[in-house]
């Protein structure tokens, strides 16, 4: 039988198969090639084989991430560097992301034409509101293996409160809720939705979204699609778009380029640097 792993409890795996749910040991060989939340394995009597992973996440431990929800919200303001680096991750690992701005009930105008501005071109943007449970757009688009990202107090735990419908009015009681007490609190538990499976990723580590060893400074621009126009009429094909006579640089002068977006890039182009001198 084929079926994915849901959760992991010391040596045992909980697998679900066209709607069944089976707790199963893994074989001595599968147990040393190691098998993850979210895996796609055979079994009978034993976890026999683990398929081929399209992705392998280290912090949370997670295999096949299909979606990533990056959460933003009016209040605490945005890191767009970090939603930046996170979009960037997604593309290395072949990650669909959408980018949730939560808390609208509270949000205005401004705020929102500022990131329309600069990213609805290059991302599905997702309004929602945790609060007033208007959050049927954000459960839609769980397909596949989804997740959550974003800075503390965006309203992640609130959001998957509201998902999970429960009478809990305390985020706190429920970020404990999920983490099941100290020795689970690194694993990760995938959860049936309606189109796919929720990563309870509580802790999904943003202190862990170091770009460096993943990609080469050269090369950050090309994830950058919303560049790919203006940097055909840079003079240099190795422009790095900090100076001189850059495509780049004058797209964003006409305006044809998010500023915002252009600041993030040098700032991460300067991490990206920096993490190469030792
Ligand atoms: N106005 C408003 N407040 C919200 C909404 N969603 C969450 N909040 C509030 O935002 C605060 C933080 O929410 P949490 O759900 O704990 O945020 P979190 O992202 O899980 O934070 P960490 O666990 O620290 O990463 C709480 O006071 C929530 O009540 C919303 O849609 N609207
Ligand atoms: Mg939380
Ligand atoms: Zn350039």
Redesign the pocket.
């Known amino acids: 039988m084929q079926g994915i792993v849901l959760s992991k409890n010391a040596n045992l795996y909980t697998i679900e198969s066209k709607g069944k749910i089976y707790k199963i040991n893994p074989s001595g060989k599968t147990k040393r090639q190691g098998i993850y939340v979210g895996d796609n394995v055979e079994f009978e009597d034993s976890i026999t084989k683990v398929l081929p992973r399209k992705n392998f996440l280290i912090r949370p431990p997670l295999a096949n991430l299909d979606r990533l929800f990056i959460?933003i919200?009016p209040s605490p303001k945005p890191d767009f560097k970090l939603v930046d680096k996170l979009l960037i991750y997604c593309t290395l690992n072949n990650i669909t992301p959408f980018l949730v701005i939560?808390?609208?009930?509270?949000v205005n105008n401004e705020f929102l034409e500022k990131i329309e501005n600069s990213y609805q071109s290059i991302v599905k943007i997702i309004k929602?509101?945790?609060?007033?449970h208007k959050i049927s757009e954000l459960e839609e688009n769980i397909k596949g293996i989804s997740a959550m990202a974003?800075?503390?107090?965006?309203?992640?735990?609130?959001?998957i409160?509201a998902i999970f419908k429960e009478e809990i009015t305390n985020?706190d009681s429920l970020?404990k809720k999920i983490e099941r007490g100290k020795q689970t609190t690194r694993l990760v538990t995938l959860y049936k939705m309606k189109y796919g499976y929720l990563a309870d990723t509580?802790g999904f580590s943003l202190l862990d979204m170091s770009l460096a060893g993943n990609l080469d400074y050269h090369e950050l621009s090309s994830y950058y699609p919303d560049f790919l126009e203006a940097r055909a009429k840079c003079k240099f094909r190795s422009c790095l778009h900090e100076s001189g006579d850059c495509g780049v640089i004058n797209g964003v002068k006409e305006g044809a380029i998010s500023n915002l977006r252009y600041e993030n890039y040098l700032g991460i182009l300067e991490e990206l640097k920096n993490s190469k001198r030792f």
């Open positions: 959460v919200s939560n808390k609208c009930d509270i929602i509101s945790a609060k007033n974003g800075q503390s107090a965006v309203g992640k735990s609130s959001i409160n985020t970020s509580a």
